[in-house]
């Protein structure tokens, strides 16, 4: 669900801001608002937020000192200062020093020479070409110019000219203005420093520990002060603004109270656009994941997340389509859970792979394939198996109506959340033409009575009036209509997405598929070579399942995703928001 937010205005004392702050920021509930420009970087003398950033370039030196586990002298905020400073000239000298080296590679043909002054030489100035040696008979006759050297390709010549020249086969070199010596011998110079600094990166190492201990509280205190720099401060008083949860409303109205703080509450009104916060039950919370990964829902759409869970299952299940591969999946997700219950995404995303593979095992049943191979007919498994993946007018139709489903309760859930307004009116117009759609899709198969036809061509032609009517319901009639024909332009894209959804179908029929031919495969080479034929087919069947389970679950995961993403989120949310981004310590007390 969409947590309800209210937004915040404090004002107190501005001697007790960094208090309020530290205080606020202990609370963990509030999103900030700026009332102030932020600045562009925390300045250096201070805790910055690319601590993790000063950390990694330490981490990544080749060589690292002995670590200091307990020290007084220790200072995490020189430290970070010190890496990333480092870390910038580090990275200037190494762009120098590449630039030096193509430039030494570019006048090395042209030998050791020195730029001449233009008052010595009467205004005269040097121009560095390589020209084609066939080429050469192409130089303006009235040029002064010296071949200097020559290779199997080029003719490299030195022209003497006040200008550059005209009218010459091939463009000059760029020579730059300082001589090879004078490269050179700033080459040697920024490897030199390069050397130096690159030792006292490996001498700040030996600090590691200690400041990975402490990337918590410089990034508490980094936070503290760009907060700082986004309240509003005219002595002697200073205000902040912020989102945060309606239900820690009360807390944060006794905190005011004790402290002495002016706060005013007020709702959202429905032209602002509060940051979006999800919370959701434990046993979907991966749900809400899996939505975070693409999108942030609007504040005032609805949140996806349940949806997404069980669908994501569902769709992975019937492109993986092999009970075998959902009991592989399983016992892998058994092995690591314990492992995975060490974090709370871990937790969340070891209920979301028991789902794919509980699901994956489910309709591997129903479609009676393990590792390829179907049980006899008779057996209970088999009974079980009433879907057929080889019967492909009723595997598309299954796929057709998922997709359809899917994208009704889309339209469906878009609808609620837009309740209070007529727009609400255009996703129920949808839902009557993909229903209508699908009655005259039945009735064009001779799958029900005649009248199907005509009941679908009705609704059809009711939603289509929802939509045209609903699509837009500011402004005058024209603007409406005009706004209501290009929603219902979207009538292609109602297609094509629905017909996206076969690719659950074909996937499935590609992963059994392949199974199938791997267990023929391994068949015919037992039957050609006896004895030796065992070794070779059991190799061809560890390996050919091992390569479609890879490609099965790589399809599962991409597909199964992009259905919920494109088509679903297409027709399901009308807005995009941003997260909310609690003003909280990281630093355990």
């Not at 404090?10 to 700026?34: M, S, Y």
């Not at 509280?217 to 912020?242: M, N, V, Y």
């Not at 307004?421 to 009575?449: C, E, H, M, N, Q």
Request: aromatic share 10%; net charge neutral.
């Amino acid at each position: 669900m969409i947590v309800p937010l209210v937004k915040l205005s404090l004002c107190g004392l501005l001697k007790e801001k960094a208090k309020v702050l530290a205080d606020l920021q202990d609370l963990g509930c509030l999103h900030l608002i700026p009332l102030s420009r932020p600045p562009e970087h925390i300045r250096r003398g201070g805790p910055s937020s690319a601590a993790r950033e000063a950390l990694k370039f330490l981490l990544d030196c080749s060589q690292k000192r002995r670590q200091i586990r307990e020290s007084a002298a220790f200072d995490p905020v020189a430290v970070e200062n010190r890496a990333l400073e480092l870390k910038e000239r580090i990275q200037e000298l190494e762009d120098e020093r590449d630039f030096l080296r193509r430039r030494l590679a570019d006048l090395k043909p042209w030998g050791d020479f020195t730029f001449p002054c233009p008052e010595d030489f009467g205004g005269l100035r040097l121009w560095f070409y390589a020209v084609p040696s066939p080429d050469l008979a192409q130089i303006p006759a009235d040029l002064i110019y010296q071949v200097v050297n020559r290779d199997n390709r080029f003719a490299y010549i030195v022209v003497l000219s006040a200008a550059e020249p005209r009218d010459m086969p091939v463009r000059r070199i760029r020579a730059g203005s300082r001589s090879p010596r004078e490269l050179e011998d700033r080459l040697e110079a920024v490897e030199l420093e390069l050397e130096d600094l690159q030792a006292e990166r490996s001498s700040l190492t030996r600090w590691c520990t200690l400041f990975a201990r402490s990337l918590a509280r410089l990034e508490d205190e980094a936070a503290i002060a760009e907060a700082a720099g986004q309240t509003l401060s005219e002595a002697p008083l200073f205000a902040l603004q912020a989102w945060a949860p309606e239900e820690n409303l009360p807390q944060i109205r006794r905190y005011a109270d004790n402290l002495g703080l002016v706060l005013e509450v007020k709702e959202p009104e429905p032209g602002e656009t509060p940051p979006t916060l999800l919370r959701n039950p434990p046993a979907v919370a991966s749900g809400q994941d899996l939505v975070s990964f693409y999108t942030t829902p609007g504040y005032w759409d609805w949140d996806p997340s349940a949806m997404v869970f069980f669908s994501f299952a569902l769709f992975f299940a019937m492109i993986v389509a092999d009970a075998g591969y959902g009991l592989l999946l399983g016992i892998g997700v058994l092995l690591g859970w314990r492992r995975l219950g060490q974090s709370p995404g871990g937790r969340r995303f070891r209920l979301c792979l028991a789902l794919m593979a509980g699901a994956t095992v489910v309709y591997g049943a129903l479609v009676n394939s393990y590792f390829g191979v179907a049980w006899p007919s008779g057996s209970l498994p088999a009974r079980l198996g009433f879907l057929n993946l080889n019967d492909f007018n009723t595997m598309m139709g299954l796929s057709v109506a998922i997709g359809v489903l899917h994208l009704i309760m889309a339209n469906a859930a878009n609808a609620w959340s837009r309740r209070r307004s007529r727009v609400a009116l255009a996703p129920v117009g949808w839902i009557l033409v993909f229903v209508g759609a699908v009655l005259w899709g039945l009735s064009a198969l001779k799958a029900g009575p005649a009248g199907l036809k005509y009941g679908g061509m009705v609704l059809m032609a009711g939603g289509g009036v929802g939509v045209l009517l609903f699509t837009t319901v500011e402004g005058p009639l024209w603007r409406r209509l005009l706004g209501g024909l290009k929603g219902l332009a979207r009538l292609s894209n109602a297609f094509g997405d629905t017909l996206s959804y076969l690719r659950l179908f074909a996937l499935g029929l590609a992963s059994a598929s392949l199974a199938v031919s791997f267990n023929n495969l391994a068949k015919q080479v037992h039957a050609a070579f006896p004895g030796l034929g065992l070794f070779f087919a059991l190799l061809i069947i560890l390996l050919g399942h091992a390569l479609n389970l890879t490609l099965a679950l790589a399809s599962g995961f991409i597909h199964g995703l992009r259905l919920n993403f494109i088509e679903f989120f297409n027709w399901g949310l009308t807005e995009e928001g941003y997260r909310f981004q609690a003003f909280a310590r990281k630093e355990k007390s």
